[in-house]
């Protein structure tokens, strides 16, 4: 029997996603799609009889599961299968994880009945509340000895062993059968700490949070494929809901993916699936690409030979890998292949932004055309070339950078202001801290109503110049010298007349604190009344008091307050779900306090650009780890591989996740041993040198300096490519 599902392989920019909607094109209308428009415009194939009938959507159900690898990718395939319908056929668009959360959650009051779980909502953990619990949870078994032995700290084992408990779901291995997969898997080359152990904390954990009714990342996943995919009723449920399948960079999924495909498959529905031999991101994160490529067996495989448009793959990549793989000496790299070398990293950075500045200001490229790669972008890395190109006015835009909530001025302002209204919180304030508050909480926004538009076009750094203040760094300081009084209980602000020379502070300055100062005490008063529901509508009223007030505020501080929120709402939701179990005794102060602590240690962060801003793509530089960059399926004109002797390339610039190599299915519980991560990295750094060159179409630079940030010498693997390159701008060039 010919199957009707198709498997479409190809490597990046190949035209995967476009025949992928192609496809679903094809099975809605294939009167009105299936032409002459793919097989015999862009691979010269014959088109075939192996359509299958007309899927009868109905306009109100999604009959079509539509998966990405991740977020982004999931609404640009979204948006494109809307728009190739225009609308007229509804999908759900999900990532794997999502699609997982989504059915369990909908599918809970199965779970409780399977399960005997006690009847009550399922409450997500964000990961951050996931460790901090776990920690609580496992202190009296994470002694002193036991961290000695671990060799790390306490927050760095904790998260290694929750991690463990999400890769063994990914691949579809019970919690119970960890210990064993880990005794096989490590053998002599053990962590010092026994399999055995490392799984009663996992299983501890598991059955307390089914008992509170709290759910991971790893917990949902685990009962997805160890409950819900075997649960007759819920895949009868399943098969009725979706006709068709549809999933794109199958390399990037785990491995339980495969096994709701095949469900689906086996039922009825017909499957689209793409798969890049070059992809593989998410390799040693929870992907398991090797078990995913199976499924091709039962497909119809589709192959796009012809090669990314407008691309330096076919130039380049045989030639870059033999050098890096085999070292073939002597050879040159092409004229595209340029060099940029240092003797210091600073320099490297310094010489590296001036050639960018200097390439878009005399117009050889635009600034949304060049990209910076990076195996690795360490904070002064980021903010030196961001330093340098703005100042140039060139924008950069920084993919997925996630910092700390509490780097945010905004956010510790508004944590200090918490510490001033809330009883028992005096310890968490000084001065320094008050200092700031009264000059962000008097903050004014001079932008115009009207000036959305330019706030688009103008980066976060003009944006923050054009807000003024009406108590400057320097009053602010006064005030908090003269004016605050410690506290352990009742941190407290006095008049500004409490400092004998308060005629200095200026009328706008004594003003905006008078306010400030009056709008506490109300706080304070309401507070002692119980009239303020949470902390969480005491952030939401100074945020409208001080900061929102009517103005646009820069995307950057809506990002953070966004998360912050988000946040404290979520953060207050667990606390009421342990205030409910009667062994856990918590005070409202102490949950404050827990809180602000949270922050402070940096686990919770916010992106500060929009993943979509409004209006047009930014004419911006991007900037991105090998990572995010390979994660987000961009190209550019330019690229730019920064630090190209550093020993990351060959790691992908992610870490991989302690124990991933032992829940591949291919090889469960088998030992790893340094040959396998010797060929394991090749094959890495062969993908990722493939998978660039494919997006990148006219000019690469190797950015390469002698001496690492640390000061030792930079001998990566891409070393060889930095030496055979022809044309070198180093030092002596520029100057």
Not at 5 to 15: A, D, E, L, M
Not at 30 to 36: A, G, L, R, S, V
Not at 275 to 283: E, S
Not at 438 to 456: G, I, P, Y
Request: charged share 25%.
């Amino acid at each position: 029997m010919v199957s009707h599902s198709v498997w479409i392989v190809g490597i990046s920019r190949s035209g995967k996603t476009a025949r992928l909607v192609e496809q679903f094109c094809s099975w809605v209308e294939p009167k009105k799609t299936y032409t002459e428009s793919f097989y015999t415009k862009k691979q010269g194939r014959e088109k075939s009889d192996n359509v299958p009938k007309f899927l009868e959507l109905k306009p109100t159900e999604p009959g079509v599961l539509v998966l990405a690898a991740n977020d982004d990718n999931r609404r640009e395939l979204g948006d494109k299968i809307v728009t190739s319908t225009l609308g007229k056929y509804p999908v759900r668009a999900k990532t794997p994880l999502g699609f997982f959360q989504d059915e369990v959650i909908l599918f809970w009051p199965l779970l409780i009945n399977s399960l005997n779980l006690k009847a009550q909502f399922p409450v997500r953990l964000r990961p951050e509340t996931e460790q901090e619990l776990a920690t609580k949870l496992w202190r009296p078994q994470l002694d002193e000895e036991t961290l000695r032995l671990a060799g790390v700290n306490e927050s760095r084992l904790v998260r290694r062993i929750l991690d463990l408990l999400q890769l063994a779901a990914y691949s579809g291995t019970p919690c119970e059968d960890i210990a064993q997969i880990l005794a096989r898997g490590l053998g002599e080359n053990t962590t010092n700490l026994e399999p055995e152990f490392l799984a009663s904390l996992l299983l501890d954990w598991r059955n307390w949070c089914l008992e509170t009714g709290l759910l991971t990342y790893g917990i949902i996943t685990e009962l997805y494929s160890q409950h819900l995919l075997s649960d007759r009723n819920y895949q009868k449920h399943l098969t009725k809901r979706y006709q068709a399948v549809l999933a794109d960079d199958v390399d990037d999924y785990p491995a339980i993916a495969r096994l709701l495909f095949e469900l689906l498959l086996d039922r009825g529905a017909v499957g689209a699936f793409t798969y890049n031999p070059d992809g593989a991101v998410r390799l040693g994160l929870g992907a398991d690409p090797k078990y995913l490529e199976g499924l091709a067996e039962r497909c119809r495989i589709e192959t796009l030979t012809e090669p990314p448009p407008q691309s330096l793959k076919e130039q380049l990549a045989r030639q870059m890998v033999e050098l890096v793989t085999e070292s073939i000496m002597p050879l040159s790299l092409p004229e595209i292949v340029h060099s940029i070398q240092t003797t210091s990293r600073a320099q490297l950075l310094r010489q590296t932004a001036e050639v960018i500045a200097n390439a878009i200001q005399s117009q050889q490229v635009e600034a949304e055309e060049v990209a910076i790669i990076a195996p690795g972008l360490d904070a002064i890395a980021r903010y030196t070339l961001v330093e340098i190109l703005v100042k140039q006015n060139i924008q950069v835009e920084s993919l997925n950078d996630q910092r700390p909530l509490i780097s945010s001025p905004v956010i510790r302002a508004l944590l200090t202001m918490l510490a001033l209204v809330y009883p028992g919180l005096g310890r968490l304030v000084d001065r320094d801290a008050v200092a700031e508050m009264l000059v962000v909480l008097s903050r004014k926004q001079q932008l115009s109503e009207n000036s959305t538009d330019a706030m688009n076009r103008v980066s976060n750094t003009d944006a923050m110049n054009r807000l003024s203040t009406n108590i400057d760094p320097v009053r602010a300081g006064l005030i908090a010298d003269y004016c605050f009084v410690p506290h352990p209980d009742r941190p407290n602000l006095l008049p500004v007349s409490a400092f004998e020379r308060w005629d200095r502070i200026g009328y706008a300055a004594t003003k905006a604190y008078g306010e400030i100062l009056e709008w506490l005490e109300q706080q304070r008063s309401q507070q002692e009344l119980r009239l303020i529901p949470s902390p969480i509508s005491l952030l939401d009223r100074a945020i409208q008091r001080f900061l929102w007030n009517g103005s646009n505020l820069p995307y950057e501080q809506l990002a953070a307050l966004r998360e912050l929120l988000e946040t404290a709402q979520h953060y207050w939701e667990i606390d009421t779900r342990l205030r409910q179990i009667a062994s856990v005794e918590t005070t409202p102060h102490t949950t404050i306090i827990e809180f602000i602590q949270l922050l402070r240690r940096g686990t919770i962060t916010a992106n500060p650009y929009p993943i979509r801003p409004i209006g047009g793509a930014r004419k911006a530089v991007t900037l991105a780890t090998i990572f995010q960059y390979r994660s987000s399926r961009r190209s550019h004109r330019w690229h730019f591989w920064l630090d190209a002797g550093s020993p990351l390339w060959s790691k992908g610039g992610a870490a991989t996740l302690f124990g991933a190599p032992f829940f591949l299915r291919d090889r469960l519980g088998e030992p790893w041993t340094a040959e396998d991560e010797k060929l394991a990295e090749e094959q890495r750094l062969r993908r990722i040198l493939a998978d660039l060159l494919s997006r990148v179409s006219e000019r690469v630079y190797l950015c390469h300096s002698d001496l690492a940030v640390n000061g030792q010498e930079q001998l990566g693997p891409l070393l060889p490519l930095v030496n055979a390159c022809v044309n070198v701008i180093s030092e002596a060039t520029v100057n």
